[in-house]
DNA sequence: CGGGATCCGTTACGATACTG
DNA sequence: CAGTATCGTAACGGATCCCG
């Protein structure tokens, strides 16, 4: 099941590419980032063909970037530790992608797993974390963030971990915050819902200041 | 002459490879980091297809990557300041390429234009960098490295600034120092010839240690 | 119902020959 | 030198089917 026409050059540029290159492997992994999913949340939230998706996960199992799971029964594929080096790659990825103009029309709804990945760079990027766990409510999905002295996790679904602060939004709001269209202010006034732990709010507010602070 | 399929997705990542992603359009981006290239330089460096060339320059152009210029008479390309833009993604790339297994039996020769961009943002990692103009003789070819406070330019060919120093060694000796497969001390006392301003060789070679240091 | 596998029409790619 | 033109092959996209 190998390509038939990989680069094949002298260039660690192309090494990467034989491994990360084709179509949809690196939009694969950046959902992978958000932590282990199952094959019908990979097609659905990126919309390819189910055939292609079962190539390209075969194709990453076989190059040692991802794994196949068993999580109670149901098949669920996750990052190794060689996948999880595509970190620092899908960032710079967004950082280029953030130049171009956004998309008129796109074809699908957002997928709530992309942004995992630039949360947890952004809230890495802090010196001061607070010891902190958070579980975000996003329409109708869960992520759990986790900060630490050791580093900011950011994970779809629950944790088993309970958590300090739950907050409940919108992805329209949380998304304008990230792209800075909406202050932060204004999204803690009127758009963040306080389920639970209100007095780990303004660790959470000062975190989130000093993540959009470094970026 | 626009793509059939884009992934037109709400996601930075998804855009940019919207616009990078295609075969062969990082690489060609790579190479121009190096500076302007002919048709025919980037043909033969990548041994891509003519007739995929012609379309990928084309597409780069629609999207503002990339600008034809006309130098003494014959078409080249170049990269505009959207298209330099790429540079850290590229690194980042190569980077993570260096992560992978060497490739085993490689289908061409080295591309000399390869080592500009890992060259450059090694060199301007380098905090205390010394005023200077390199001309560096490989193989048949030649780069240029501009050093000042400004940071750190590595281009193709020849420049009109005189050169301060000028070393000659070949694309085999000078990779195994890049790789860190050789010491810059032998390198420099068995594999490094100078062939103009020797005083300034220590300047030289205070520069590639640190930029080893930091990479 | 989740997790794919098969089939088939369309698009993209690769190699080479050819042209202004 | 700088591309076009052509053509065979591989990859992709969408739909349907299969199997535990």
Redesign the pocket.
């Given at each position: 099941m190998a390509?038939?026409?990989p680069y094949q050059l002298l260039c660690p540029i192309a090494r990467a590419l034989d491994v990360v290159g084709?179509?949809?492997t690196l939009l694969i992994l950046r959902d992978l980032h958000a932590g282990p999913a199952?094959?019908?949340?990979l097609?659905e939230g990126l919309?390819?063909?189910?055939?292609?998706?079962?190539?390209?996960?075969?194709e990453l199992t076989d190059t040692g970037m991802i794994q196949?799971l068993d999580v109670d029964g149901?098949?669920?594929?996750a990052l190794t530790e060689l996948g999880r080096k595509t970190d620092l790659l899908l960032w710079e990825l967004s950082q280029f992608g953030a130049e171009l103009e956004p998309e008129p029309d796109p074809r699908r709804p957002g997928n709530l797993r992309t942004i995992a990945l630039p949360l947890r760079i952004a809230l890495n990027s802090v010196t001061d974390r607070p010891e902190l766990t958070i579980r975000l409510l996003i329409d109708d999905e869960t992520f759990t963030i986790v900060s630490s002295v050791d580093g900011v996790d950011v994970q779809y679904g629950e944790s088993s971990t309970p958590a300090d602060l739950i907050i409940r939004t919108t992805y329209a709001h949380f998304l304008a915050v990230g792209e800075g269209r909406m202050s932060l202010k204004e999204f803690g006034a009127k758009h963040l819902e306080v389920v639970e732990g209100p007095k780990h709010l303004g660790a959470f507010a000062s975190l989130m200041n000093a993540a959009r602070a470094a970026v």
């Amino acid at each position: 099941m190998a390509r038939k026409h990989p680069y094949q050059l002298l260039c660690p540029i192309a090494r990467a590419l034989d491994v990360v290159g084709d179509r949809w492997t690196l939009l694969i992994l950046r959902d992978l980032h958000a932590g282990p999913a199952r094959f019908q949340q990979l097609q659905e939230g990126l919309g390819m063909a189910t055939n292609l998706l079962t190539t390209r996960l075969a194709e990453l199992t076989d190059t040692g970037m991802i794994q196949k799971l068993d999580v109670d029964g149901h098949n669920a594929y996750a990052l190794t530790e060689l996948g999880r080096k595509t970190d620092l790659l899908l960032w710079e990825l967004s950082q280029f992608g953030a130049e171009l103009e956004p998309e008129p029309d796109p074809r699908r709804p957002g997928n709530l797993r992309t942004i995992a990945l630039p949360l947890r760079i952004a809230l890495n990027s802090v010196t001061d974390r607070p010891e902190l766990t958070i579980r975000l409510l996003i329409d109708d999905e869960t992520f759990t963030i986790v900060s630490s002295v050791d580093g900011v996790d950011v994970q779809y679904g629950e944790s088993s971990t309970p958590a300090d602060l739950i907050i409940r939004t919108t992805y329209a709001h949380f998304l304008a915050v990230g792209e800075g269209r909406m202050s932060l202010k204004e999204f803690g006034a009127k758009h963040l819902e306080v389920v639970e732990g209100p007095k780990h709010l303004g660790a959470f507010a000062s975190l989130m200041n000093a993540a959009r602070a470094a970026v």
